[in-house]
């Protein structure tokens, strides 16, 4: 599985827009790019896949550029809900293989954000 | 529809026992998988369960084994207990486990060890 970098944390405002960026550089060819949402004592939860370009959903927007060796997800317009630890994860999120494919997430972004 | 669903919510043990941690998919869901998660090694996946069979297996000792059951409940089982093993436990399931399958997660069983 890619290695993902992810910032440790990051600060931000109510109504602000926050950019998160995510590097893979080892990215592979099938592999799709997700990120989850994981707040104090639960389950992470799934914001958003993709695997090129531009995908958009209710919540986030997801851009990845012609390369692949990053991704960045953008969060409209923060509220003090999406306070959270957000995860990068790279490559088949399920693969039938035998080998034992290891699904590892990374260290996550502590997003903070303020009144 | 019900999310997956965990028990128990927390359990405290001592060193050396074991225990068995439970989980409930998503009705219709066939895979599940199980992760560990501590502040120090953040989230690590252990295996994962489609039809019965393990199809995948992380990087932990032989001490950490699994099953599912023909309804896709699946439950996980820590024998000898170490300090060390003190974590969130969570489980995901997903509908086949295909490379574009969303993965559901429960909210854990905190697992303390004494």
């Known amino acids: 599985l890619a290695k993902t970098t992810q910032p440790i944390s990051m600060d931000s405002y109510e109504g602000q827009e926050v950019n998160i960026t995510c590097s893979h550089n080892n990215i592979a060819t099938n592999d799709y790019i997700t990120w989850y949402q994981q707040f104090p004592s639960q389950g992470p939860r799934f914001i958003i896949q993709?695997?090129?370009t531009k995908v958009t959903n209710e919540v986030a927007s997801l851009f990845i550029p012609a390369d692949r060796k990053s991704s960045t997800l953008s969060l409209p317009r923060v509220s003090l809900s999406d306070t959270a630890v957000y995860y990068c994860?790279?490559?088949?999120?399920?693969?039938?293989?035998?080998?034992?494919?290891?699904?590892?997430f990374g260290g996550g972004t502590r997003l903070m954000v303020k009144p | 529809k019900a999310g997956v669903t965990q028990t128990p919510r927390y359990l405290i043990k001592t060193r050396g026992q074991q225990v068995t941690l439970s989980c409930s998919p998503i009705?219709?869901?066939?895979?599940v998988s199980w992760y560990q998660q501590t502040p120090g090694q953040g989230l690590q996946f252990l295996f994962e369960?489609?039809?019965?069979?393990?199809?995948n297996k992380g990087n932990f000792p032989g001490r950490f084994s699994g099953r599912q059951f023909s309804n896709s409940r699946s439950e996980m089982n820590v024998s000898t207990l170490e300090l060390g093993d003190s974590a969130l436990y969570l489980c995901?399931?997903?509908?086949?486990?295909?490379?574009?399958?969303?993965?559901?997660f429960g909210p854990g069983t905190r697992l303390t060890v004494l």
């Open positions: 994860l790279v490559g088949d999120p399920l693969v039938v293989n035998n080998a034992g494919n290891m699904l590892t």
């Open positions: 993709g695997y090129k």
């Open positions: 369960y489609f039809s019965e069979t393990q199809r």
């Open positions: 009705s219709g869901h066939r895979s």
């Open positions: 995901a399931s997903s509908l086949e486990g295909v490379r574009t399958d969303t993965q559901y």
